[in-house]
C-alpha cells in the first residue's frame, strides 16, 4: 500500500514538474517574441501591449463573447443531460442545468476534475453509482478529443493549402484517428477480444452500453459550439485588428481547444498557439487568446456562482 501512494505522489509530482516546464517555456517564448515586436515598433514591451489592447472593440466584443457563453453553456448541458439518460436514468435537462453551471467553478483549475465533481453529485443527488457517472463523464471526454479531430480535419479540406506545413499531419492523425474509434467500438461490443473482461468494469459502463449512433449523436449534439465559435472567433480577431475566416479558423481551432485543454496558468499553451500560428500579429494575438480564453472559463464560473446556492441546497438541504 505504501509503495502504491509513493509511486502516485511521484507521478502527481512528476505531472506537476511537466506542466510547469511547459508554462515556462510557453512564457518564455511570448516574452521574446513581445519583446521583439515592441522593439521593432520602437516601445518597450509594455507601451506596445498598452497601444494594442486601446485598439480593440471592446464592446463589441464583450457582447458577442457573453452571448457565446450563454449558447455553449446551453450546448454543454445538453451533452451531459443526454448522455446521462442514454447509459444511465432519466434526468431532466433542468436538473442538470445547476450541476454543469457549479462544475465550471471548479474547472477554473482542471476540466476533467470539474467532470468528476459532476459525478459525485448526480451520486449524491440522483443515487446514481457513482462509477457508472463517472463512466459517462469518462465518454464525453473521450468522445471530445474525436470530435475536435474530425472538424479539424473538415477544416484542412477546405483550408488545407493555407495552413502551415505542420498541420499536413492533420489527414494522418485524423485517419488513425478513425481506426482507433472503430476498434474501440469493436472492443466494447464484444468484437474485438471477445473474452477479454475489462469491457465489464464500472468505469466502462457507458462505453459498453455505447452503441456506433452514440457516438454519431454526440457529434451532432456538441458540433453547434464549435460551429459557433468559429464565426465568434473570427469576429472576435477582427475586432482586435487581425484579418481571418470563417473557413480558415475551421481547422485551427479544434487544435487551439486542445491546447487550451493542457492546464497551464491562465491557458499559456492556447496563447501561445495563438501566436505561433499568426506571427505577423504577436502582440494583437497574444492579447487575442489572453482575454478570450480567460473570460471564457471566468464568465462560465460566474454562470457557476448563480445556480451555486441551488447546487448546495440539493446537496446538503442548505
Not at 448541458?77 to 471548479?106: K, Q
Request: net charge positive; with cysteine.
Amino acid at each position: 500500500m505504501q509503495n502504491q501512494q509513493g509511486e502516485k505522489k511521484k507521478g502527481g509530482t512528476l505531472g506537476r514538474l511537466i506542466f510547469a516546464a511547459i508554462t515556462l517555456l510557453c512564457f518564455a517564448y511570448l516574452y521574446f517574441r513581445l519583446n521583439g515586436a515592441a522593439m521593432r515598433e520602437g516601445l518597450t514591451l509594455t507601451a506596445y501591449m498598452v497601444q494594442v489592447f486601446a485598439n480593440v472593440q471592446w464592446g463589441a466584443w464583450l457582447l458577442i463573447m457573453v452571448g457565446y457563453s450563454l449558447f455553449y453553456f446551453g450546448i454543454d448541458t445538453l451533452v451531459v443531460s443526454r448522455a446521462l439518460n442514454w447509459f444511465i436514468t432519466d434526468i431532466r435537462y433542468r436538473d442538470i442545468l445547476p450541476v454543469r453551471a457549479s462544475a465550471y467553478i471548479v474547472s477554473l483549475f482542471n476540466e476533467q476534475v470539474g467532470k468528476g465533481g459532476m459525478a459525485w453529485y448526480l451520486h449524491r443527488r440522483h443515487q446514481v453509482p457513482g462509477w457508472e457517472v463517472g463512466s459517462v463523464m469518462l465518454f464525453i471526454m473521450f468522445c471530445e478529443v474525436f470530435y475536435l479531430l474530425v472538424w479539424a480535419s473538415v477544416g484542412f479540406v477546405f483550408a488545407g493549402d493555407d495552413l502551415p506545413a505542420a498541420f499536413s499531419l492533420v489527414p494522418w492523425l485524423g485517419a488513425g484517428g478513425a481506426i482507433v474509434l472503430a476498434l474501440w467500438i469493436a472492443f466494447f461490443r464484444g468484437k474485438l477480444l471477445p473474452n477479454n473482461t475489462l469491457r465489464d468494469k464500472p468505469i466502462f459502463h457507458a462505453f459498453k452500453a455505447a452503441r456506433p449512433w452514440h457516438y454519431g449523436a454526440f457529434f451532432l449534439l456538441r458540433s453547434p459550439a464549435l460551429l459557433a465559435a468559429v464565426f465568434v472567433y473570427a469576429t472576435a480577431l477582427n475586432l482586435f485588428g487581425v484579418e481571418a475566416s470563417v473557413l480558415g479558423l475551421l481547422p485551427l481551432l479544434p487544435v487551439i481547444f486542445f491546447a487550451a485543454a493542457v492546464p497551464t496558468p491562465m491557458r499559456a499553451a492556447a496563447i501561445t498557439f495563438w501566436v505561433v500560428l499568426f506571427p505577423e500579429n504577436e502582440g494583437q494575438m497574444a492579447a487575442f487568446g489572453f482575454v478570450q480564453h480567460n473570460f471564457f472559463i471566468l464568465f462560465n464560473a460566474a454562470i457557476g456562482l448563480l445556480f451555486w446556492r441551488r447546487t448546495q441546497r440539493d446537496l446538503f438541504g442548505t
